[in-house]
């Protein structure tokens, strides 16, 4: 009896030293505080070490664009000078941008009234494109661009008839504007060519403009037809009074047929005086749906989902655009009014007023 005494104290005493080994993880405000103070401190730490890494990679590369450059330049000074020109001029641009060039390790202007130089006398020769091209691309100057206009006389003869209207502005803006310093044979005919083309251009720009307008015309007198409160209720009952669309033409006027949409349909008249016309399916729209015609033949038809618009809402075909989906707010819309998204993005808002649209109507917007 003593021994087993004696056995239960030494094991509740091993017990007891074992539980003051283990340590409570206890959350508090002040240890969460912590923990997410420590998490900041974190995410500071690589936001700077990233910050680092990019610093010295963007130094690396700075660095690597100047031993570049000097190599360039002492190869061009060995004899080999165009086409060391014209490795140099396709790094002129990026050098302009780096830091080098702003602490002035590295002198961009003077490299490129050199490099300009050498171009310019190689585009006289050849009247080579390659050459023009990159003698146009060097950091712009009023010496360069003097240098451009001319070179533009030396490989006119080099362009091709559809290129010269695009050729003749650049030259043409290198100038100022001033069609006098373009001197190469036929330069009339080539500035006239491109009166032509910016006519042309600005013609096609015009119809292409109007067209998108008609589209959108197009687009807005389908919606507002066809979708059942599209627009600005009127007198803030668009079920018995219809609603005002706006379009690139003027607003459209929709009037509820004998002042009720979703039994006898709907009339929509446009700004030029044409009319379309909706009618419910089986004069029951709230179940069956709609049907608009429109006056250039083609028609919309809107129908309910599951036959019951007033719980799960209706779909709407446009004609060459897709549909308006039309969905109950908390699946009544009678009480709660309906949401509907229209072809394009567009979103159309109604809530019942007083929580009765068919006795107090529906503000849209």
Same mark, same amino acid.
């Given at each position: 009896m003593l021994a087993r005494a004696r056995f239960l104290a030494a094991s509740l005493l091993a017990l007891g030293m074992g539980c003051s080994l283990i340590k409570l993880q206890v959350s508090t405000p002040e240890s969460r505080q912590q923990e997410t103070e420590e998490q900041i401190r974190a995410r500071e730490e690589e936001r700077r070490q990233?910050? =680092? *890494? $990019?610093?010295? =990679?963007?130094?690396?590369? =700075? =660095?690597? @664009?100047?031993? $570049? #450059? /000097?190599? @360039?330049?002492?190869?061009?000074?060995?004899? !080999? *000078?165009?086409? *060391?020109?014209k490795e140099l001029a396709k790094l002129l641009p990026q050098a302009q941008r780096s830091k080098a060039a702003k602490e002035g390790r590295i002198d961009v202007p003077a490299l490129s009234l050199?490099?300009?130089? #050498? @171009?310019?006398? /190689?585009?006289?020769?050849?009247?080579? @494109?390659?050459?023009? /091209?990159?003698?146009?691309g060097l950091p712009a100057s009023p010496e360069i661009d003097a240098a451009v206009v001319r070179a533009c006389a030396s490989v006119r003869p080099k362009i091709a008839q559809n290129d010269v209207p695009g050729f003749v502005a650049e030259c043409l803006d290198r100038a100022g504007g001033d069609a006098k310093k373009l001197k190469w044979a036929g330069v009339q005919r080539d500035l006239a060519a491109l009166k032509k083309a910016e006519e042309e251009r600005a013609l096609a720009e015009a119809k292409a403009k109007e067209e998108a307008k008609e589209e959108e015309s197009k687009l807005a007198r389908y919606i507002a037809a066809a979708v059942f409160a599209s627009g600005r209720c009127n007198f803030s009952n668009c079920l018995k009074d219809g609603w005002t669309s706006p379009s690139p033409e003027g607003d459209i006027q929709v009037r509820c047929d004998f002042q009720d949409c979703f039994k006898n349909g709907w009339t929509a008249r446009y700004p030029d005086g044409k009319e379309a016309r909706t009618r419910c399916m089986f004069q029951d729209c709230t179940k069956d749906g709609w049907e608009t015609s429109y006056p250039d033949g083609k028609t919309s038809?809107?129908?309910?989902?599951? $036959? !019951?618009?007033l719980k799960d809402g209706w779909e709407t075909d446009i004609p060459g655009v897709g549909s308006a989906r039309t969905r109950c707010s908390f699946q009544d819309c009678a009480k709660d009014g309906w949401e509907t998204d229209l072809p394009g993005g567009g979103r159309v808002q109604c809530r019942c007023n007083f929580q009765k649209c068919f006795e107090n109507g529906a503000s849209c917007g």
């Open positions: 990233l910050a =680092e *890494k $990019q610093a010295a =990679e963007a130094a690396e590369r =700075e =660095e690597a @664009l100047v031993k $570049q #450059i /000097d190599a @360039l330049r002492a190869e061009m000074a060995s004899g !080999n *000078k165009t086409e *060391k020109a050199e490099v300009a130089g #050498i @171009l310019e006398k /190689d585009a006289a020769a050849t009247g080579s @494109l390659e050459t023009f /091209d990159l003698l146009a038809r809107t129908r309910c989902m599951f $036959q !019951n618009c």
